[in-house]
């Protein structure tokens, strides 16, 4: 398979409003990129499989997964601005025959039963995603209540592959609790060397401690 300069070959808008002051999801971070790299070289993950991202910010990890097969992307985040943005993003790449773009709080059961009205079938996927989306401990429970609940919701087995990046105090041994503490368990997956060497080379404003400090965990019930 021909290499994809992931963040290179998509056009995303993440430009920043002058009145945005959450900049979470209007710029590209290093864990999400990872997560892309990683499904690229593992499309079997999410050919033709239905996907959630949560905390989806540019929609990279959901555009990518569109463009290796998935059959359904539900790409989610917290903040309408950042939904619209992520709708532009979906459209200049031609993904929204497969992508879609809705408002979800994580651990929120309103926001969860707004966006079921609309689409019952939502939360039904086989793969769930999420790249650098823990950069403040109290996201840990609301994140890992949704994840929960997805994956448990019946017999199916369904996978949650997290990139994540210690931020603030979220460190990987307080995510590592979190994923126990919830009933789940989980793997830790390598990168490969060759995309710790080139995100930094990819990434504008990528510091090199983060491209280091970047773990991916694979995670069922």
């Known amino acids: 398979m021909e290499e994809l300069p992931v963040a290179a070959s998509l056009f995303m808008l993440a ?31 999410v050919r033709g499989k239905r996907v959630l991202e949560l905390g989806a910010g540019t929609g990279i990890c959901s555009i ?26 979906v459209q200049v790449n031609g993904a929204e025959s497969v992508v879609t773009a809705r408002s979800l709080f994580w651990g929120d059961e309103p926001s969860a039963q707004t966006l079921l009205e609309e689409l019952p079938d939502a939360l039904d996927v086989d793969i769930v995603l999420a790249g650098d989306v823990l950069y403040k401990s109290e996201l840990l429970p609301l994140l890992f209540g949704t994840v929960t609940r997805v994956l ?23 995510v590592k609790k979190q994923i126990t503490d919830s009933g789940l368990t989980f793997e830790e997956v390598n990168l490969p060397a060759e995309d710790v060497a080139d995100a930094a080379a990819e990434l504008e404003e990528c510091p090199v401690e983060d491209v280091e400090r970047a773990k991916l965990y694979y995670i069922t019930k």
């Open 15 to 45: 430009e920043m409003d002058a009145n945005v002051t959450e900049i979470s999801g209007t710029r590209l971070w290093t864990g999400s990129h990872f997560l892309s790299r990683y499904l690229w070289r593992h499309p079997e993950l």
């Open 64 to 89: 990518v997964s569109s463009k290796l097969g998935a059959v359904k992307c539900l790409a989610t985040d917290g903040d309408e601005e950042v939904v619209g943005l992520l709708t532009k993003n």
């Open 152 to 174: 448990t919701s019946d017999d199916v087995e369904r996978a949650f592959v997290l990139c994540h990046i210690p931020r603030a105090d979220v460190t990987h041994d307080l």
